[in-house]
């Protein structure tokens, strides 16, 4: 870790996707503990190694975002730490890690669980070995703060021998979110995180909600991939699955072709016939579409029913929390608590919106690793 003069740290998060960069950059006045982060500069690069991009692979987009921030005075030598967002840690990793020869084998020995996320986070961080030499690299972890469910709620009724063969259990995703509201909403509320039951709704493009009790996640919605759980833009959530066999019967599709259909072409998308964006959805309502109606109908429903299934495992809960591109739309946010709030005026709940910010938590976490 660099020494700075005035004490300040800077740190660089990368969110690397199979075809994209997000970046961001903070700096951490006082590193002593002052914890007060300012966010300097952000962006995006995209359509890596897609025909016709100039980006060939992630090394090269990062080094481009190198040049990018030095061109803007922030050189690479000022960097202390990066902050790599990995979606998936298995069960190895409960807490963000630095990253080793031996964590990194570990990572890729997830990329079988998450074989559109891993390989692409492994790439940004090879890239940054060789780019940045010496400098700390942070991974952290998606999944790990889903690491505290218990294994009555991550288990599945099937075979014990292919959750000891193959890993097969819920993992749950949107960690960092998730974390990250509930931190946030406990300021709100001016108790500690751990005081409060609360249910953390991340509602975008990908949905899951969670159930936060006394500061850690004893239950989320998504399971051993992020398929599972709610309706989604694109994605099915719950579904039978002797439907999916009955579908591939009877369409004679091959798993792949399955596969695509419920990631996808189904949820809101699916339904309504019309697109997975929720605003798109909204003013099909207002113009009359039957179909759109339905997909809102299940969305909502959908959220209802795992809202008042986390309160029962909870015991009760102090506040519903909404975020992500949908979940911070507050006409979304009425729908979603319409049918619900009768019964939980009693317990005096509160409705909150919060925006989420994944990269400020990646940044937090890696400060307090490097710090250790």
Request: hydrophobic residues 40%; charged residues 20%; contains cysteine.
């Amino acid at each position: 870790m660099n020494k700075k003069r005035n004490g300040d740290l800077i740190i660089l998060t990368l969110n690397c996707g199979s075809s994209s960069v997000k970046y961001s950059l903070f700096k951490v006045k006082g590193a002593d503990g002052d914890k007060d982060f300012a966010l300097i500069t952000n962006g995006q690069i995209e359509c890596i190694g897609q025909e016709g991009s100039k980006v060939k692979n992630h090394k090269e987009a990062i080094k481009i975002i190198l040049d990018t921030l030095g061109s803007k005075h922030y050189s690479y030598r000022n960097i202390d730490a990066v902050g790599h967002r990995v979606v998936h840690g298995g069960e190895y990793f409960r807490k963000p890690t630095l990253i080793n020869k031996d964590v990194l084998s570990k990572i890729k020995s997830c990329a079988k669980l998450a074989p559109l996320h891993n390989p692409a986070n492994l790439a940004g961080i090879e890239a940054c070995q060789v780019l940045l030499p010496g400098i700390s690299q942070v991974a952290v972890f998606d999944t790990a703060f889903h690491q505290t469910i218990p294994p009555r709620a991550y288990m599945y009724a099937i075979p014990y021998r292919y959750y000891k063969k193959y890993n097969l259990r819920k993992f749950g995703f949107h960690g960092m979110s998730h974390q990250y509201v509930s931190r946030e909403v406990a300021k709100r509320l001016g108790k500690p995180v751990s005081q409060l039951k609360l249910i953390t709704c991340h509602l975008g493009n990908g949905c899951s909600i969670c159930a936060v009790k006394n500061g850690i996640s004893v239950d989320t919605s998504m399971g051993f991939t992020p398929l599972a759980g709610l309706m989604m833009g694109t994605r099915s959530g719950d579904i039978d699955p002797a439907a999916v066999l009955y579908i591939m019967q009877k369409e004679k599709l091959s798993p792949e072709q399955m596969e695509e259909i419920l990631n996808k072409q189904s949820g809101l998308k699916g339904v309504s016939g019309i697109s997975n964006d929720m605003r798109i959805i909204e003013k099909a309502v207002k113009k009359g579409s039957k179909r759109a109606k339905l997909a809102l109908s299940i969305f909502t429903y959908s959220i209802r029913k795992y809202i008042g299934a986390y309160i029962a495992i909870m015991g009760g809960v102090d506040a519903v929390v909404f975020t992500a591109g949908i979940g911070e739309h507050i006409g979304m946010k009425k729908m979603i608590s319409y049918g619900i709030t009768s019964f939980l005026k009693k317990l005096n709940v509160k409705f909150l919106v919060v925006h989420t910010d994944e990269e400020l938590m990646i940044t937090q976490e890696v400060f307090k690793t490097i710090k250790k």
